[in-house]
């Protein structure tokens, strides 16, 4: 097994430069036949004078050699300094309990340096005394923390470097056999899945690693993992499906969430650290954002033993414009956190309308509060450093070490500070105020997340969309996703084919990915739109580049829109409402009782006393889920097939679609779903 054969050198090679450029740490990787395969940031002291003498020289190779049998002994790192006066660390990588490479880091001190042993070192191996001197000032001085610190990372990023390599090497090789076999494919779904899942519990080991590698493997990552998660849920909707395949389903779409999680924490700490972080400004709902995040967290909480709520006051404005995703974000993460290190007891988010400037300017608090083991304060800083995770604080759910550092770059990066409040043994509170605008025109239209759309309504035309994909994987997802609507579809491979279709077919809308073969989607982007038959044609982007100027280069080149991968099917749909004016056709959520979906109508709640349709409203807005069930089964008594059907919708922590059952009714619009 060959180091070099299971990942890409010049990929790695750039990260280690981007290492290199952070930290001020030199790297290497060698194989074992010494062999090196990444050199980074090298000190002058040693490749200008030390390396080219032959005695100082001798001392270098003493250094290595020492390290690497230090290493084949099975140690987890070895440290060494070489009389040369300089130090070295090395790690070793493994795949599979298979030794196959060396990563090397060192050329530092630990202390400030013997000027003196230099000026003589310089004098006996003839070095000009000066140019030495200026070479040994540029060496860095690592504490013992510090070094100790790089040497754990070193370890998680050697192992994470082996665990995919190898996923890399068996996701090669199950595309060959998938591409092989090609009508066996209900044969092989089977296998596909079973190694799905053993590829997603390498990648959760693989997780753990404290790594800021990632940012720059994010396309390579993203593109396979956009059919990963997107054939799980398509597999997931289909009725076939038994409850068994839909838990292992879960599992594999919950895994690769959680990979583009750490992958996209990464990436926003490496645009912050980079100085690119910007703000995505848009109006957004407030109140579904939060319903939201009761939705995704509270399972997780009632699955600990724990309580979880969100309290929104009268006075909190529903419309904000703001940037809503890294908000979103923020919340999440210190709602998983709080959840992560809670044993027993309530997590609380909390939001709060602040005096504002004016009318259409406010400030909005936000808290979120646990009953968890506390934060000592000698630890209130260094919480919020990117890698570090409280040795005193045991946690069951992997993690990177980055999310508060994350969040509080957020905060800041939004106009805010982010603050803790924390006593042991009791609890913390982790709090923020951040500025935003108070939307006075038409609010923006609230998402439904969990509707599932099956159809076209009807009187739509049919429309031709051209799927411009080279990755075959990604263009059976999309196709998987789209035909059910039943427009005429039609693939290219790359961007210069796409060209030719669209010239001869006018298609009304191109999902066109950027990186192809032949010619880029930029390109063929370019060209479609440069021609007469073209202009008009809408063109989303489907990319798995992640980069905010990224998006600036795609939208200039002509594309009407970009999507990222990997993608969900909502935000496919929802581009092309906007783009092509389409109205879809739901599915209804399924009756508890047993009777068909369609039978029930929102218009049978006008039937029920008002009072019980107001109390149960406002019991949603303030997410009480107590009072929630109580008061719908005040409605069950009265209609049975009503109160089945916000029962079912209850307890799937469907608040958004329970919400606008409601607020429909009491403004008389009743549309079905």
């Known amino acids: ?41 090298w000190q002058d002291i040693c490749t200008r004078f ?44 493994k795949i599979r309990g298979e030794h196959v490479a060396n990563f090397f880091t060192g050329q530092f001190f630990t202390t400030p340096p013997d000027r003196e042993f230099f000026v003589r070192q310089a004098e006996t191996f003839g070095f000009d005394k000066k140019a030495y001197l200026d070479a040994l000032d540029k060496v860095p001085i ?11 990372f070193f370890i998680g990023l050697a192992q994470l470097i082996g665990e995919i390599g190898w996923a890399k090497k068996e996701l090669t090789e199950a595309n060959q056999t998938l591409r092989k076999h090609q009508e066996h494919l209900e044969d092989l779904v089977s296998e596909r899945t079973a190694q799905l899942k053993a590829a997603k519990d390498e990648a959760e080991s693989a997780n753990r690693a404290k790594s800021a590698f990632l940012a720059s493997m994010s396309h390579e990552l993203r593109t396979p993992l956009n059919a990963v998660i997107g054939f799980s849920r398509l597999m997931n909707h289909n009725p076939a499906a038994t409850a068994e395949q839909k838990e292992c389903l879960g599992i594999i779409n919950q895994s690769g969430e959680h990979l583009l999680n750490l992958i996209n924490n990464v990436l926003d700490l490496s645009k912050i650290e980079a100085g690119r972080g910007e703000l995505e400004e848009r109006e957004f709902d407030l109140h579904h954002l ?80 646990d009953t968890g083991p506390g934060i000592g304060p000698a630890d209130y800083e260094r919480i919020f450093q990117p890698f570090v995770q409280l040795s005193d604080r045991a946690a069951n759910e992997p993690g990177s070490g980055l999310g508060l550092a994350i969040c509080k770059q957020h905060v800041e990066l939004m106009g805010g500070q982010l603050a803790l409040e924390s006593t042991l043994g ?32 009807a009187g739509q035309p049919r429309h ?90 795609i939208l200039a080149a002509g ?40 039978e029930w109508s929102p218009a049978r709640l006008v039937a029920l006393p008002p009072i019980l349709a107001r109390r149960l409203r406002q019991a949603v807005i303030e997410l009480d889920t107590t009072e929630t ?9 009265l209609d049975e097939g009503s109160g089945a059907t916000l029962e079912t919708l209850a307890n799937r922590l469907e608040y958004d679609r329970l919400l606008t059952i409601l607020e429909s009714t009491q403004e008389g619009l009743f549309t079905e779903k």
């Open 290 to 369: 939060l319903h939201e995040i009761q939705s995704l967290m509270h399972v997780r909480a009632v699955e600990k033993g724990l309580d979880f709520s969100v309290r929104l006051p009268p006075d909190l404005p529903r419309y904000l414009n703001c940037d809503q995703g890294k908000l979103r974000q923020i919340l999440i993460n210190l709602a998983g956190n709080a959840i992560k290190y809670t044993r027993h007891g309530q997590i609380l988010v909390r939001a709060t309308a602040m005096p504002g400037e004016s009318p259409t300017r406010t400030r909005v608090k936000f808290e979120v509060s």
């Open 1 to 41: 097994m060959r180091f070099s054969e299971l990942v890409n050198i010049q990929e790695l090679r750039e990260l280690c430069e981007n290492f290199t450029t952070a930290t001020g740490a030199v790297t290497a990787i060698l194989d074992l036949e010494g062999n090196i395969l990444i050199a980074t940031g």
């Open 464 to 553: 031709r969309i051209l799927i411009a994909e080279d990755q075959r994987e990604n263009r059976m997802l999309l196709r998987r996703i789209l035909q059910p609507l039943d427009f005429d579809l039609r693939e290219a491979t790359q961007g210069q084919e796409a060209v030719a279709i669209s010239a001869q077919w006018h298609p009304h809308l191109i999902w066109m990915d950027i990186r192809m073969p032949v010619m880029d989607g930029l390109e063929a982007t370019r060209r479609i739109k440069a021609a007469a038959t073209g202009a008009n044609t809408k063109i989303i982007a489907l990319t798995a580049h992640a980069l905010e100027e990224e998006r600036r280069h």
């Open 50 to 93: 030390h390396r080219l003498h032959e005695t100082t020289a001798k001392r270098c190779l003493e250094s290595d050699t020492s390290l690497a049998g230090s290493l084949q002994q099975g140690q987890n790192y070895a440290f060494y300094k070489c009389q040369n006066c300089l130090h070295d660390v090395a790690v070793p990588i």
């Open 629 to 637: 069930h109580k008061l719908i089964s005040q409605i069950a008594a």
């Open 142 to 152: 690592f504490s013992e923390t510090k070094i100790k610190a790089m040497a754990e």
């Open 559 to 598: 594309c009407d829109e970009v999507i990222r991968k990997p993608y969900r099917e909502a935000e496919l749909f929802e581009a092309m409402a906007r783009h092509l004016h389409l109205k879809y056709t739901y599915a209804s959520p399924p009756a508890a009782t047993g009777r068909p979906a369609g």
């Open 426 to 457: 009791k609890g913390s509170v982790f709090y923020f105020e951040i500025p935003a605008g108070v939307p006075t025109g038409t609010p923006p239209p609230t998402t439904l997340a969990h509707a599932q759309v099956v159809g076209l309504a």
